[in-house]
């Protein structure tokens, strides 16, 4: 066994772990789960801890990918957090263990991680399911999940107008005065979308926000946030007139309150369109609900860790 865990903060983190690196990872790793080979991939769904006192939730992500030899786990905590908070709404941490001798080999901040690969897997939703003539984006929310989805997105895809909605509009401000680009700053979550082809929404919403009658037909929503199986960020209509298509199965119908209260029918995993045995219907109008996935987090951390080490 080797001797202490490498320790890499926020920025490291941030500087080792590029989009063009994780995007084909992701896209290999979510591929191989939907093929469901248990002695390849081992992932239960996110076990979560309610803190009732302070409206929060402490959640825990293993995950083990025997051929790649990760075994990984995800500590995060996420929050309610009262209007105005300078609280993060979310936290968290990742351990890599070594996965012969079951040492942990690298604790690294989780955040960044967090906001790369999420936004990276919804870039790969738009990439199967945006319309063939995107021109307009739209994101809803202005913290870190905001950010990390405006990078990749205008990243890969080339857009002639980007807006933005935050339920407090100098938070909205606040965030486009930190990009270098111009992004329209929307005063309602319906002035934000109408004619949008693709939407994100990476919102602390418990109830809906987005409503069907404001979505242009064939936009793809790429819906992030409301990860609680009472959250909801997305109306019923929507929800059961689109193609959903969702991370995994087992995560959406358990966790996803967009999903659960809707009533609204899983069409595919990502990985299952990834692997060709399901379409990509981006004639019609798509939500990708995203909930987040231990092996995303797995395969994040182990790249962060192969480029530390190609450094040392």
Known sequence: MSGSPVLLNKHEVERLLSYDDLIPRLESVMAKFSK?????????????????????????????????????????????????????????????????????????????????????????????FKPALSEVLCILGSGQQARSHYDVFTKLFKFKEVRVWSRRKETAQRFVNNLQDPVTVCSSVQEAVIGADVIVTATGASQPILFAEWVKPGAHIAAVGACRPDWRELDDVLMREAVVYVDSREGATAESGDIIL????????????????????????????????????AVSAKLVLEKWNSEH
């Not at 990502?270 to 060709?276: D, F, I, Q, S």
């Open 262 to 297: 809707s009533g609204a029918e899983v069409f595919a995993e990502l990985g299952e369109v990834l692997n060709g045995c399901f379409p990509a219907q981006r004639e019609k109008t798509t939500v990708f609900k995203s909930l987040g996935m231990g092996i995303q987090d």
């Open 36 to 128: 469901r080979d248990s002695s390849e991939i081992i992932q239960p769904v996110r076990s979560v801890v309610p803190i009732q006192q302070h409206s929060g939730f402490l959640g825990v992500m293993p995950a083990y990918l025997a051929a790649e030899g990760i075994l990984c786990t995800k500590m995060v905590t996420f929050y309610q957090r009262a209007e105005g908070s300078s609280l993060p709404s979310t936290q968290a941490t990742v351990l890599l263990f070594h996965p012969e001798h079951g040492n942990v080999t690298a604790i690294m901040d989780g955040e960044a991680i967090t906001a790369k690969r999420t936004a990276a897997v919804s870039a790969i939703s738009a990439k199967l």
